[in-house]
């Protein structure tokens, strides 16, 4: 802090104003820019005589605030702090649907106690559905887990700091005494000021960017006209309509209504094909072992008769005297 440092008496360090007006004017700046944006910037402040102060201002200006114990990974474990903010809205939900009511009385009692409790640590950031775009610390030596969360993340810090504190984690550095109220009040009224100045801006520059295509224009007849944006869209319809015939003329010529009657009697003489073949099958299924049977033994009959016929030529009766002769003798 020795560059803020104005002098030193009787063992106190006298800060330079000079330098705090410009710092203060600096991270007025950024803090506008944010809020113009439509981003978020936590207010961090556990200290006793600061903890009224950021509360009162933060809710001016529609931030939120930690004014109790910072809870441990607030930022590096947002999850787990999201899912402690909804199981505060569901208790809510059951205080208006009256199911809250059907409860024991011990439950109740439980539940109003829980309730109090994440409403005392977590009720000032029930808004804050993501992480804050930065983050205004008063003390940072009482705030350093906050400051070290922010550091990791590359969240911007803004702070207060003292003549005993290290400004090196601090990107934004306020230089003021951040134990007295009057100081800590001066610098938070600057700072929101700024804030909601950014927010202002943000509602203009939101009325500006409406649409201009649903005015109107009234001139000195008194009959109400539309703009010429409103024109556009009749020389379109203007086009349209002259295109249209092009497309009637376009159908007539596709006539793919005949051809399917002229294949369609293709189909009906292919199907004799197959009735033709119907009967090649139909004499080849009862061939079975009987009728196998009864089909080749005429065969057989046929070749016997053929045969006995050869047996019975006269050739045989010219051979039997030859037999007796012998026999004689």
């Known amino acids: 802090m020795a560059p803020y440092i104005f002098m030193e008496k009787n063992g106190i360090h006298i800060i330079d104003l000079h330098k705090t007006v410009i710092k203060i004017d600096e991270a007025a700046n950024v803090m506008k820019q944010l809020a113009r944006g439509g981003r978020k910037i936590l207010f961090v402040a556990t200290k006793k005589q600061a903890k009224d102060i950021v509360a009162e201002n933060a809710k001016a200006v529609n931030m939120p605030y930690v004014t109790e114990r910072w809870p441990g990974g607030m930022l590096t474990n947002f999850p787990t702090i999201r899912k402690a903010v909804k199981k505060m809205n ?47 610390i008063i003390d940072i030596q009482k705030e350093m887990n906050a400051v070290k969360e922010a550091n990791r993340l590359n969240i911007p810090v803004i702070a207060m700091v003292d003549t005993c504190c290290d400004p090196g984690p601090i990107d934004y550095v306020i230089p003021a005494n951040d134990d007295a109220a009057k100081s800590i009040s001066l610098v938070m009224g600057i700072i929101c000021q700024a804030v909601s100045e950014g927010l202002a801006e943000r509602k203009m520059e939101k009325e500006k960017e409406e649409p201009a295509e649903n005015s109107e224009v009234v001139p000195e007849g008194g009959k109400r006209m539309r ?59 009862p061939k ?39 026999a004689e003798n």
């Open 227 to 285: 703009s010429r944006r409103s024109a556009t869209p009749k020389a379109e319809a203007e086009v349209v309509e002259v295109v249209k015939p092009d497309i009637e003329i376009e159908t007539p010529k596709a006539i793919e209504t005949p051809k399917a009657e002229v294949e369609a009697p293709k189909m009906v003489a292919k199907a004799p094909k197959t009735v033709v073949k119907a009967p090649k099958t139909v004499v080849e299924a």
């Open 288 to 326: 079975t072992e009987e009728e196998i049977e009864a089909a080749e033994a005429p065969k057989v009959v046929a070749e016997v008769e053929v045969e006995i016929p050869e047996v019975e030529i006269p050739e045989v009766e010219a051979a039997a005297p030859e037999t007796e002769a012998p």
């Open 90 to 136: 569901t208790i809510d939900k059951m205080l208006v649907d009256g199911t809250f009511e059907t409860l024991a009385k011990r439950e109740r009692l439980q539940v109003t106690r829980q309730r109090a409790k994440l409403e005392k640590n977590l009720g000032s950031i029930a808004d804050l559905n993501r992480l804050p775009s930065a983050l205004f």
